[in-house]
Protein backbone atom coordinates (compact mmCIF):
# COMPACT_ATOMS: atom_id res chain seq x y z
CA UNK A 1 0.00 0.00 0.00
CA UNK A 2 3.37 2.50 0.54
CA UNK A 3 2.43 4.07 -3.38
CA UNK A 4 -1.11 5.20 -2.61
CA UNK A 5 -0.47 6.65 0.99
CA UNK A 6 0.51 10.00 0.05
CA UNK A 7 -1.98 12.38 0.67
CA UNK A 8 -1.58 14.61 -2.60
CA UNK A 9 -2.14 10.80 -5.01
CA UNK A 10 -5.12 9.67 -2.75
CA UNK A 11 -6.43 12.54 -3.33
CA UNK A 12 -5.61 12.44 -7.10
CA UNK A 13 -7.25 9.06 -7.40
CA UNK A 14 -10.37 9.38 -5.70
CA UNK A 15 -10.80 12.43 -8.26
CA UNK A 16 -9.76 10.35 -11.22
CA UNK A 17 -12.42 7.30 -9.84
CA UNK A 18 -15.37 9.92 -9.82
CA UNK A 19 -15.50 10.86 -6.30
CA UNK A 20 -14.04 14.73 -6.45
CA UNK A 21 -17.35 16.46 -4.77
CA UNK A 22 -15.42 15.23 -1.39
CA UNK A 23 -13.50 18.80 -1.54
CA UNK A 24 -16.91 20.51 -1.49
CA UNK A 25 -17.42 19.35 1.69
CA UNK A 26 -16.91 21.67 4.63
CA UNK A 27 -17.58 19.23 7.02
CA UNK A 28 -20.71 20.63 8.72
CA UNK A 29 -21.88 16.99 9.83
CA UNK A 30 -25.00 16.84 8.42
CA UNK A 31 -24.59 13.41 6.54
CA UNK A 32 -23.90 12.07 10.04
CA UNK A 33 -26.90 12.71 11.12
CA UNK A 34 -29.38 11.02 8.71
CA UNK A 35 -26.45 7.77 8.25
CA UNK A 36 -28.71 4.82 9.23
CA UNK A 37 -25.41 3.00 10.92
CA UNK A 38 -25.46 5.46 13.31
CA UNK A 39 -28.76 4.00 14.88
CA UNK A 40 -26.32 1.44 15.53
CA UNK A 41 -22.63 1.98 16.00
CA UNK A 42 -20.52 5.38 15.24
CA UNK A 43 -19.99 6.12 11.89
CA UNK A 44 -18.94 8.94 9.65
CA UNK A 45 -18.56 8.67 5.89
CA UNK A 46 -17.28 12.04 6.25
CA UNK A 47 -14.26 11.39 8.24
CA UNK A 48 -13.40 8.31 6.48
CA UNK A 49 -13.31 10.16 3.06
CA UNK A 50 -11.27 13.33 4.66
CA UNK A 51 -8.81 10.83 6.66
CA UNK A 52 -8.39 8.51 3.44
CA UNK A 53 -7.43 11.94 1.42
CA UNK A 54 -4.61 12.69 3.80
CA UNK A 55 -3.06 9.33 3.19
CA UNK A 56 -4.70 7.38 6.58
CA UNK A 57 -4.99 3.41 6.12
CA UNK A 58 -8.93 3.85 5.90
CA UNK A 59 -8.43 2.40 2.37
CA UNK A 60 -7.22 -0.95 3.79
CA UNK A 61 -10.20 -1.07 6.83
CA UNK A 62 -13.45 -2.41 7.27
CA UNK A 63 -15.15 1.10 7.31
CA UNK A 64 -14.97 2.01 3.48
CA UNK A 65 -17.44 -1.48 3.33
CA UNK A 66 -20.11 -0.17 5.35
CA UNK A 67 -21.72 2.58 2.99
CA UNK A 68 -25.07 0.84 2.02
CA UNK A 69 -25.24 3.47 -0.90
CA UNK A 70 -28.99 4.50 0.76
CA UNK A 71 -28.48 7.89 -0.67
CA UNK A 72 -29.65 9.73 2.80
CA UNK A 73 -26.78 11.64 3.43
CA UNK A 74 -26.48 13.25 -0.41
CA UNK A 75 -30.06 14.32 0.29
CA UNK A 76 -29.11 16.31 3.02
CA UNK A 77 -25.99 18.22 1.99
CA UNK A 78 -25.95 21.50 1.24
CA UNK A 79 -22.91 21.41 -1.32
CA UNK A 80 -24.16 18.69 -3.16
CA UNK A 81 -21.41 16.44 -1.78
CA UNK A 82 -21.72 12.73 -3.39
CA UNK A 83 -20.80 10.77 -0.65
CA UNK A 84 -21.43 7.56 -2.44
CA UNK A 85 -19.47 8.50 -5.27
CA UNK A 86 -16.46 9.17 -2.92
CA UNK A 87 -16.92 5.86 -1.20
CA UNK A 88 -16.98 3.84 -4.56
CA UNK A 89 -13.80 5.97 -5.10
CA UNK A 90 -11.87 4.53 -2.51
CA UNK A 91 -13.29 0.81 -2.72
CA UNK A 92 -12.22 1.24 -6.64
CA UNK A 93 -8.76 1.76 -5.36
CA UNK A 94 -9.12 -1.15 -2.50
CA UNK A 95 -10.52 -3.54 -5.44
CA UNK A 96 -7.32 -2.22 -7.75
CA UNK A 97 -4.54 -3.40 -4.89
CA UNK A 98 -6.68 -6.37 -4.08
CA UNK A 99 -7.27 -5.27 -0.78
CA UNK A 100 -10.25 -6.64 1.07
CA UNK A 101 -11.25 -6.73 4.91
CA UNK A 102 -12.83 -9.62 6.08
CA UNK A 103 -16.39 -8.74 5.65
CA UNK A 104 -15.77 -7.95 2.54
CA UNK A 105 -13.77 -11.18 1.64
CA UNK A 106 -16.96 -13.05 0.25
CA UNK A 107 -16.88 -10.30 -2.92
CA UNK A 108 -13.78 -12.20 -4.56
CA UNK A 109 -16.01 -15.71 -5.00
CA UNK A 110 -18.75 -13.41 -6.00
CA UNK A 111 -16.35 -11.58 -8.81
CA UNK A 112 -15.66 -15.47 -10.05
CA UNK A 113 -19.22 -15.98 -10.11
CA UNK A 114 -20.04 -12.84 -11.89
CA UNK A 115 -17.38 -13.20 -14.06
CA UNK A 116 -17.58 -17.14 -15.56
CA UNK A 117 -21.61 -17.61 -15.25
CA UNK A 118 -22.86 -14.15 -14.98
CA UNK A 119 -24.24 -14.56 -11.67
CA UNK A 120 -23.45 -13.64 -7.97
CA UNK A 121 -23.96 -17.22 -6.86
CA UNK A 122 -22.06 -19.30 -9.28
CA UNK A 123 -24.88 -21.14 -9.74
CA UNK A 124 -24.88 -22.56 -13.94
CA UNK A 125 -25.77 -20.44 -16.58
CA UNK A 126 -27.85 -23.09 -17.73
CA UNK A 127 -30.18 -23.02 -14.97
CA UNK A 128 -31.07 -19.26 -15.08
CA UNK A 129 -34.45 -19.59 -16.59
CA UNK A 130 -35.27 -22.79 -14.55
CA UNK A 131 -37.97 -20.58 -12.34
CA UNK A 132 -40.02 -20.59 -15.41
CA UNK A 133 -40.38 -23.73 -15.51
CA UNK A 134 -44.14 -25.10 -16.33
CA UNK A 135 -45.32 -21.25 -16.51
CA UNK A 136 -46.11 -20.07 -20.04
CA UNK A 137 -43.24 -18.08 -20.30
CA UNK A 138 -41.52 -17.71 -23.98
CA UNK A 139 -37.94 -16.60 -25.05
CA UNK A 140 -38.03 -13.02 -26.42
CA UNK A 141 -38.07 -11.95 -29.61
CA UNK A 142 -38.30 -8.73 -31.66
CA UNK A 143 -42.07 -7.25 -31.62
CA UNK A 144 -42.79 -8.71 -28.57
CA UNK A 145 -44.46 -6.07 -26.03
CA UNK A 146 -42.04 -6.11 -23.67
CA UNK A 147 -38.32 -8.17 -22.16
CA UNK A 148 -39.09 -8.88 -18.51
CA UNK A 149 -35.79 -9.47 -16.92
CA UNK A 150 -36.19 -10.46 -13.56
CA UNK A 151 -32.26 -10.44 -12.36
CA UNK A 152 -30.53 -12.63 -10.47
CA UNK A 153 -32.03 -12.89 -7.04
CA UNK A 154 -35.77 -14.13 -9.06
CA UNK A 155 -33.62 -16.49 -11.42
CA UNK A 156 -31.99 -18.30 -8.42
CA UNK A 157 -32.85 -17.57 -5.03
CA UNK A 158 -35.61 -19.86 -3.62
CA UNK A 159 -37.52 -17.60 -2.19
CA UNK A 160 -37.18 -15.07 -4.75
CA UNK A 161 -38.00 -17.47 -7.39
CA UNK A 162 -41.90 -17.12 -6.20
CA UNK A 163 -41.51 -13.48 -6.93
CA UNK A 164 -40.48 -14.32 -10.37
CA UNK A 165 -43.91 -16.78 -11.07
CA UNK A 166 -45.58 -14.32 -9.42
CA UNK A 167 -45.16 -11.81 -12.06
CA UNK A 168 -44.98 -13.97 -14.56
CA UNK A 169 -48.70 -14.95 -13.97
CA UNK A 170 -49.57 -11.61 -13.20
CA UNK A 171 -48.26 -10.77 -17.10
CA UNK A 172 -49.77 -13.66 -18.18
CA UNK A 173 -53.60 -12.70 -16.67
CA UNK A 174 -53.20 -9.34 -17.94
CA UNK A 175 -52.28 -10.62 -21.79
CA UNK A 176 -49.07 -8.45 -21.94
CA UNK A 177 -46.83 -10.09 -24.71
CA UNK A 178 -43.63 -10.51 -23.25
CA UNK A 179 -40.23 -12.80 -22.96
CA UNK A 180 -37.37 -13.50 -21.19
CA UNK A 181 -33.65 -13.70 -22.74
CA UNK A 182 -32.95 -16.76 -20.06
CA UNK A 183 -29.57 -18.13 -20.47
CA UNK A 184 -28.58 -15.10 -22.55
CA UNK A 185 -29.42 -12.51 -19.29
CA UNK A 186 -26.61 -11.47 -17.04
CA UNK A 187 -26.13 -9.79 -13.81
CA UNK A 188 -27.26 -5.94 -14.73
CA UNK A 189 -23.75 -5.03 -12.51
CA UNK A 190 -25.15 -2.76 -10.01
CA UNK A 191 -23.59 -3.61 -7.19
CA UNK A 192 -20.35 -5.36 -8.20
CA UNK A 193 -19.96 -1.34 -9.56
CA UNK A 194 -20.55 -0.41 -5.95
CA UNK A 195 -18.32 -2.45 -4.37
CA UNK A 196 -15.57 -0.62 -6.91
CA UNK A 197 -15.34 -3.13 -9.76
CA UNK A 198 -15.51 -0.90 -12.41
CA UNK A 199 -13.95 -3.21 -14.66
CA UNK A 200 -16.45 -6.04 -14.33
CA UNK A 201 -19.45 -4.01 -14.14
CA UNK A 202 -18.42 -2.79 -17.82
CA UNK A 203 -17.94 -6.08 -18.97
CA UNK A 204 -21.02 -7.55 -17.34
CA UNK A 205 -22.93 -4.42 -18.85
CA UNK A 206 -21.60 -4.74 -22.40
CA UNK A 207 -22.08 -8.46 -22.30
CA UNK A 208 -25.83 -7.20 -21.87
CA UNK A 209 -26.50 -4.09 -24.12
CA UNK A 210 -25.28 -6.57 -27.13
CA UNK A 211 -27.53 -8.93 -26.25
CA UNK A 212 -30.50 -6.54 -25.58
CA UNK A 213 -29.29 -5.13 -29.10
CA UNK A 214 -29.36 -8.40 -30.98
CA UNK A 215 -32.65 -9.28 -29.98
CA UNK A 216 -34.36 -5.63 -30.52
CA UNK A 217 -35.03 -5.15 -27.61
CA UNK A 218 -36.60 -1.03 -26.74
CA UNK A 219 -38.97 -1.72 -23.09
CA UNK A 220 -37.29 -3.59 -20.21
CA UNK A 221 -39.42 -4.57 -17.63
CA UNK A 222 -37.54 -5.06 -14.68
CA UNK A 223 -38.41 -6.17 -10.74
CA UNK A 224 -35.38 -5.34 -9.12
CA UNK A 225 -34.86 -1.64 -8.47
CA UNK A 226 -31.17 -2.06 -9.01
CA UNK A 227 -31.48 -3.21 -12.15
CA UNK A 228 -33.84 -0.49 -12.52
CA UNK A 229 -31.23 2.39 -11.53
CA UNK A 230 -28.54 0.77 -13.59
CA UNK A 231 -30.14 0.18 -16.95
CA UNK A 232 -32.07 3.57 -16.71
CA UNK A 233 -29.22 5.75 -15.41
CA UNK A 234 -25.67 4.16 -15.79
CA UNK A 235 -26.14 1.97 -19.41
CA UNK A 236 -26.47 5.86 -21.04
CA UNK A 237 -23.00 5.95 -20.17
CA UNK A 238 -22.45 3.31 -23.36
CA UNK A 239 -24.43 5.79 -25.28
CA UNK A 240 -27.81 3.61 -24.96
CA UNK A 241 -30.74 4.36 -24.36
CA UNK A 242 -33.78 1.52 -23.47
CA UNK A 243 -37.48 2.18 -22.26
CA UNK A 244 -36.85 0.80 -18.60
CA UNK A 245 -40.00 0.56 -16.54
CA UNK A 246 -39.85 -1.00 -12.57
CA UNK A 247 -42.77 -3.99 -11.77
CA UNK A 248 -44.51 -1.48 -9.51
CA UNK A 249 -44.85 0.89 -12.61
CA UNK A 250 -45.94 -1.15 -15.16
CA UNK A 251 -48.62 -2.66 -13.28
CA UNK A 252 -49.72 0.79 -12.19
CA UNK A 253 -50.66 0.86 -15.60
CA UNK A 254 -52.21 -2.13 -16.75
CA UNK A 255 -54.63 -1.62 -13.87
CA UNK A 256 -55.34 2.09 -15.28
CA UNK A 257 -55.86 0.92 -18.60
CA UNK A 258 -58.08 -2.21 -17.21
CA UNK A 259 -55.62 -4.82 -18.87
CA UNK A 260 -55.49 -6.26 -14.56
CA UNK A 261 -58.43 -6.63 -12.54
CA UNK A 262 -58.44 -7.17 -9.16
CA UNK A 263 -61.26 -9.79 -8.41
CA UNK A 264 -60.68 -10.60 -4.46
CA UNK A 265 -60.00 -8.71 -0.96
CA UNK A 266 -57.16 -8.82 1.28
CA UNK A 267 -58.28 -8.25 4.23
CA UNK A 268 -54.86 -6.98 6.10
CA UNK A 269 -53.29 -4.41 7.81
CA UNK A 270 -50.08 -3.77 6.03
CA UNK A 271 -47.04 -1.81 5.47
CA UNK A 272 -44.85 -0.51 2.42
CA UNK A 273 -40.99 -0.39 2.53
CA UNK A 274 -39.91 1.96 0.19
CA UNK A 275 -36.65 0.52 -1.32
CA UNK A 276 -33.20 2.87 -1.48
CA UNK A 277 -33.19 2.57 -5.34
CA UNK A 278 -36.65 2.94 -5.70
CA UNK A 279 -37.49 5.49 -3.51
CA UNK A 280 -34.68 7.60 -2.90
CA UNK A 281 -32.09 7.23 -6.15
CA UNK A 282 -35.22 7.16 -8.40
CA UNK A 283 -38.44 9.24 -6.84
CA UNK A 284 -40.62 6.14 -7.36
CA UNK A 285 -43.09 6.19 -3.93
CA UNK A 286 -46.57 6.35 -5.59
CA UNK A 287 -47.08 3.64 -7.57
CA UNK A 288 -46.88 0.93 -4.99
CA UNK A 289 -48.89 2.38 -2.53
CA UNK A 290 -51.43 3.22 -5.23
CA UNK A 291 -51.81 -0.24 -6.34
CA UNK A 292 -52.36 -1.81 -3.04
CA UNK A 293 -54.68 1.07 -2.14
CA UNK A 294 -56.66 -0.01 -5.10
CA UNK A 295 -57.08 -3.78 -3.60
CA UNK A 296 -59.92 -3.65 -0.81
CA UNK A 297 -59.74 -4.72 2.19
CA UNK A 298 -56.44 -3.53 2.79
CA UNK A 299 -55.29 -0.76 5.55
CA UNK A 300 -52.13 0.74 4.07
CA UNK A 301 -50.29 2.05 7.26
CA UNK A 302 -46.69 3.92 6.87
CA UNK A 303 -43.74 3.08 9.62
CA UNK A 304 -41.97 5.78 10.93
CA UNK A 305 -39.50 6.37 8.70
CA UNK A 306 -41.02 6.21 4.86
CA UNK A 307 -40.64 7.59 1.54
CA UNK A 308 -37.63 10.03 1.29
CA UNK A 309 -36.75 9.09 5.06
CA UNK A 310 -37.13 5.38 4.19
CA UNK A 311 -34.14 3.72 6.67
CA UNK A 312 -32.36 0.98 4.39
CA UNK A 313 -32.42 -2.43 4.46
CA UNK A 314 -29.00 -2.14 4.45
CA UNK A 315 -28.78 -4.65 1.13
CA UNK A 316 -27.29 -1.71 -1.29
CA UNK A 317 -23.79 -1.01 -2.11
CA UNK A 318 -22.74 -5.04 -2.13
CA UNK A 319 -23.55 -5.38 1.05
CA UNK A 320 -26.10 -7.95 0.75
CA UNK A 321 -23.13 -10.33 -0.29
CA UNK A 322 -21.19 -9.40 3.36
CA UNK A 323 -21.57 -10.53 6.30
CA UNK A 324 -23.56 -8.30 9.17
CA UNK A 325 -22.86 -9.53 12.66
CA UNK A 326 -26.46 -9.53 14.78
CA UNK A 327 -26.55 -6.07 16.25
CA UNK A 328 -25.43 -4.66 13.25
CA UNK A 329 -28.16 -4.99 10.82
CA UNK A 330 -30.25 -2.53 9.58
CA UNK A 331 -32.74 -4.91 8.41
CA UNK A 332 -33.71 -5.77 12.25
CA UNK A 333 -34.55 -2.18 12.80
CA UNK A 334 -36.49 -1.64 9.62
CA UNK A 335 -38.30 -4.94 10.90
CA UNK A 336 -39.24 -3.61 14.36
CA UNK A 337 -40.62 -0.50 13.09
CA UNK A 338 -42.82 -2.74 10.41
CA UNK A 339 -43.86 -4.67 13.29
CA UNK A 340 -44.76 -1.57 15.51
CA UNK A 341 -47.31 -0.20 13.08
CA UNK A 342 -49.59 -3.36 14.20
CA UNK A 343 -49.41 -4.43 10.22
CA UNK A 344 -49.69 -8.64 9.30
CA UNK A 345 -47.81 -7.89 6.38
CA UNK A 346 -44.50 -6.19 5.30
CA UNK A 347 -44.63 -5.21 1.54
CA UNK A 348 -41.83 -4.30 -0.59
CA UNK A 349 -40.56 -4.72 -4.09
CA UNK A 350 -36.89 -5.30 -4.13
CA UNK A 351 -35.43 -8.44 -3.87
CA UNK A 352 -32.15 -7.52 -1.57
CA UNK A 353 -34.97 -6.07 0.75
CA UNK A 354 -36.88 -9.34 0.93
CA UNK A 355 -33.46 -11.19 1.48
CA UNK A 356 -32.59 -8.99 4.66
CA UNK A 357 -36.19 -9.05 5.92
CA UNK A 358 -36.49 -12.51 6.10
CA UNK A 359 -33.32 -13.40 7.49
CA UNK A 360 -34.15 -10.72 10.79
CA UNK A 361 -37.59 -12.49 10.66
CA UNK A 362 -35.63 -15.69 11.40
CA UNK A 363 -34.14 -14.31 14.08
CA UNK A 364 -37.06 -12.63 15.72
CA UNK A 365 -38.53 -14.73 18.61
CA UNK A 366 -41.88 -13.45 17.21
CA UNK A 367 -41.28 -14.95 13.86
CA UNK A 368 -44.80 -14.96 13.04
CA UNK A 369 -45.94 -11.43 13.92
CA UNK A 370 -45.64 -10.24 10.14
CA UNK A 371 -45.01 -12.11 6.99
CA UNK A 372 -42.98 -10.59 4.18
CA UNK A 373 -44.07 -10.36 0.70
CA UNK A 374 -43.09 -8.96 -2.24
CA UNK A 375 -45.95 -6.51 -3.97
CA UNK A 376 -46.57 -8.85 -6.62
CA UNK A 377 -47.40 -11.89 -4.53
CA UNK A 378 -50.31 -9.65 -3.05
CA UNK A 379 -51.38 -9.24 -6.57
CA UNK A 380 -51.35 -12.58 -7.50
CA UNK A 381 -53.93 -13.39 -5.11
CA UNK A 382 -56.12 -10.84 -5.21
CA UNK A 383 -56.46 -12.01 -9.27
CA UNK A 384 -56.61 -15.62 -9.23
S1 LIG B 1 -23.44 17.33 4.64
FE1 LIG B 1 -22.13 17.68 2.82
S2 LIG B 1 -20.88 19.46 3.35
FE2 LIG B 1 -21.78 18.72 5.27
S3 LIG B 1 -20.21 17.31 6.11
FE3 LIG B 1 -21.61 16.06 4.92
S4 LIG B 1 -20.68 15.94 2.87
FE4 LIG B 1 -19.70 17.67 3.94
S1 LIG C 1 -25.18 6.55 1.47
FE1 LIG C 1 -26.34 5.96 3.31
S2 LIG C 1 -25.02 4.44 4.35
FE2 LIG C 1 -23.74 5.55 2.86
S3 LIG C 1 -22.79 7.19 4.04
FE3 LIG C 1 -24.65 8.03 3.06
S4 LIG C 1 -26.27 7.81 4.59
FE4 LIG C 1 -24.56 6.48 5.23
Redesign the pocket.
Known sequence: MENIADYKEIADIIKAKGGDA?K?????????TVCPWNQLINFS??KI?RQATFGMSEIEGEDIWRCTTCGK?AK??????K?VESCVALRRIATEYGVYPASANPIRSIRSGLSSEGNPFSEERKKRADWAEGLSVNTFTEGMEILYFPGCYLSYDPRLKKVAKATASILNKAGVNFGILGIKENCCGESIRKTGDEELFRKLAKENIKTFIAHGVKKILVSSPHCYHTFKNEYPEFMVNFEVVHITQYLFGLINEGRLVFNKEYEKKITYHDPCYLGRHNGIYDEPRKILQKISGIELTEMVDSRENSLCCGGGGGRIWMDTPKGERLSDLRLEQAVATGAKVLVTSCPYCIANFEDSLLSRKDSEAIKIKDITEIIQEVIS
Open positions: FLCYQCGKCDMRVCQCPRDVQ
